[in-house]
């Protein structure tokens, strides 16, 4: 057993030593407009001998440590000086504008105004020297071409329309108070405050902005949390941040946290035809069971299973709903048929992802530019798909035929002899199986 496990701690230090070596960085501090950035931010009261910007080969922008750093460590620290928040909008040549407008604007509106305004300025702005290093775009679904949208997975097609028709609302109803602005543009205000200026400016404050609770402000309406923290934005996300395609632009492969999101009408579409379905689905809705269900390449989550459970009741058994809600196991033919519901469900799930990344492939070979870009981030994101239900649905292939050796072996042996066995899906941690007690000395 030694042996064996010095040779696989050597194993995994070679695997480490093999990624480190095939992750390449290029420092950016010696380009003009990180130089003019940096002294931008001294001047307003901030200093940095840790982090240098570089571009990663394989995260692209980030920030590089410049020595060890120790646990506990302050590793950066930005002043508020160096923040763009509301108060930086109100206190600018903007601010008599939105102070005196009726109806107030959101603190996120106003951020992305001032963006757009800075933005059309140039070098004249306060700001150039972080707005020059900011994306010219984004990656994110609310840049996404109609084509693109079409082959992301369900729930993030559903968010992605939502981030456009967001984008969309704040510039149709501000038509009014941006046409007040005319007396600070050098050019007509539909011309600089379009809707895809908008947009980069929305998506801009969406990707890079820390959350900073603060007073709410008698000119704005709404939460004030939004800040924009020059340098401190270029820190790279963990794998286990998840939604990062959606808020972010961007995905982490082999990210051991990835989840499937599974939307209520694939439910709907599996099960229909069920007596009572409709009536259980509202039940789900009505207890917030039909939010984050989700499928790891473990299995199912336990939200999702617990809403399996129910959804696989017989009708007759009404009075069992609110104990299966609570992850009680009701009786051993409803688990099977939960579990067999969800290798369905992945089957499904799977089935849909292929269909997606053959359409991907068909399309870049017919598409170049922007929309490229894009397609290449979502079959990114499809493949990790595809990795988490091709696992999903081995470990469900394995616990049904599990379930189906247990029930078996229950006919040919006594009570007494029937030892208490944890499924092995992580989903149904609290459904226990029943195995012979010779069975589980033999595994």
């Given at each position: 057993?030694?042996?064996?496990?010095?040779?696989a701690?050597?194993?995994?230090?070679?695997?480490?030593?093999?990624?480190e070596?095939?992750?390449?960085?290029?420092?950016?501090?010696?380009?003009p407009?990180?130089?003019?950035l940096?002294?931008?931010?001294?001047?307003?009261g901030f200093?940095?001998?840790?982090?240098?910007?570089?571009?990663?080969?394989?995260?692209?922008?980030?920030?590089?440590?410049?020595?060890?750093?120790?646990?506990?460590e302050?590793?950066?620290?930005?002043?508020?000086?160096?923040?763009?928040?509301?108060?930086?909008?109100?206190s600018s040549?903007?601010?008599?504008?939105?102070k005196?407008?009726?109806?107030?604007?959101s603190?996120?509106?106003a951020l992305?105004?001032f963006?757009?305004?800075?933005?059309q300025r140039?070098?004249?702005?306060?700001?150039?020297?972080?707005?020059n290093?900011?994306?010219?775009?984004?990656?994110?679904p609310a840049?996404?071409?109609?084509?693109?949208?079409?082959?992301?997975?369900?729930?993030?097609?559903?968010r992605?329309?939502?981030?456009r028709?967001?984008?969309?609302?704040?510039?149709?109803?501000?038509?009014?108070?941006?046409?007040?602005?005319?007396?600070v543009?050098?050019?007509p205000?539909?011309?600089?405050?379009?809707y895809?200026?908008?947009?980069w400016?929305?998506?801009?404050?969406n990707?890079r902005?820390v959350?900073?609770?603060?007073p709410?402000?008698?000119?704005?309406?709404?939460?004030?949390?939004?800040a924009?923290?020059?340098?401190l934005?270029?820190?790279?996300?963990?794998?286990?941040?998840?939604?990062?395609?959606?808020?972010?632009?961007?995905?982490?492969?082999?990210?051991?946290?990835s989840?499937v999101?599974?939307e209520?009408?694939l439910?709907?579409?599996?099960?229909?035809?069920e007596k009572?379905?409709?009536?259980?689905?509202k039940?789900?809705?009505?207890?917030?069971?039909?939010?984050?269900?989700?499928?790891?390449?473990e299995?199912?989550?336990?939200?999702?299973?617990?809403?399996?459970r129910?959804?696989?009741?017989p009708?007759?058994?009404?009075?069992?709903?609110?104990?299966?809600?609570?992850?009680?196991?009701v009786d051993?033919?409803?688990?099977?048929?939960?579990?067999?519901?969800?290798?369905?469900l992945?089957q499904?799930?799977?089935k849909?992802?292929?269909i997606?990344?053959?359409k991907?492939?068909?399309?870049?070979?017919q598409?170049?530019?922007?929309?490229?870009?894009?397609?290449?981030?979502?079959?990114?994101?499809?493949?990790?798909?595809?990795?988490?239900?091709?696992?999903?649905?081995t470990?469900?292939?394995?616990s049904?035929?599990?379930?189906?050796?247990?029930?078996?072996?229950?006919?040919?042996v006594?009570?007494?002899?029937?030892?208490p066995?944890?499924?092995?899906?992580?989903?149904?941690?609290?459904s226990?199986?029943?195995?012979p007690?010779?069975l589980?000395?033999r595994?």
């Amino acid at each position: 057993m030694k042996g064996r496990s010095g040779r696989a701690g050597r194993t995994v230090r070679k695997r480490k030593r093999k990624r480190e070596q095939s992750v390449r960085s290029v420092s950016l501090s010696h380009q003009p407009q990180y130089i003019r950035l940096m002294r931008f931010l001294h001047r307003r009261g901030f200093s940095s001998t840790l982090l240098q910007p570089v571009l990663f080969s394989d995260t692209g922008r980030g920030l590089q440590t410049l020595q060890t750093i120790m646990p506990g460590e302050l590793v950066v620290s930005l002043p508020e000086s160096c923040l763009l928040t509301t108060s930086t909008v109100l206190s600018s040549y903007l601010g008599e504008y939105i102070k005196s407008w009726k109806p107030l604007l959101s603190p996120l509106s106003a951020l992305c105004v001032f963006l757009v305004c800075e933005r059309q300025r140039g070098e004249a702005s306060d700001w150039f020297p972080y707005i020059n290093v900011l994306p010219s775009s984004y990656a994110c679904p609310a840049y996404f071409s109609d084509e693109v949208v079409d082959v992301l997975p369900a729930g993030v097609r559903r968010r992605g329309l939502e981030q456009r028709e967001a984008v969309r609302e704040m510039h149709s109803s501000n038509q009014e108070f941006f046409r007040t602005l005319q007396p600070v543009l050098s050019r007509p205000t539909e011309d600089v405050l379009t809707y895809e200026a908008l947009r980069w400016a929305w998506c801009s404050v969406n990707t890079r902005s820390v959350f900073m609770s603060r007073p709410s402000s008698c000119f704005l309406s709404g939460p004030d949390t939004y800040a924009l923290a020059p340098f401190l934005d270029l820190l790279n996300h963990r794998p286990d941040v998840q939604r990062l395609l959606l808020e972010y632009g961007f995905v982490a492969m082999n990210n051991p946290h990835s989840v499937v999101y599974v939307e209520p009408d694939l439910l709907c579409d599996i099960l229909r035809g069920e007596k009572s379905l409709d009536q259980k689905m509202k039940f789900l809705r009505e207890n917030h069971f039909l939010e984050n269900l989700t499928v790891s390449s473990e299995g199912p989550s336990w939200r999702l299973m617990v809403a399996l459970r129910l959804l696989s009741l017989p009708q007759t058994l009404y009075h069992l709903w609110r104990s299966a809600l609570l992850g009680q196991v009701v009786d051993e033919k409803t688990e099977v048929r939960s579990s067999q519901t969800a290798r369905t469900l992945c089957q499904q799930l799977l089935k849909d992802t292929h269909i997606a990344l053959d359409k991907i492939s068909q399309l870049l070979g017919q598409c170049g530019g922007p929309v490229r870009e894009q397609l290449e981030v979502v079959r990114e994101l499809r493949q990790e798909e595809r990795r988490i239900l091709e696992s999903c649905v081995t470990a469900l292939k394995d616990s049904v035929t599990l379930e189906k050796e247990t029930s078996s072996c229950k006919a040919n042996v006594g009570a007494d002899e029937l030892t208490p066995y944890r499924s092995s899906v992580h989903t149904a941690a609290v459904s226990y199986f029943f195995l012979p007690t010779k069975l589980l000395k033999r595994h």
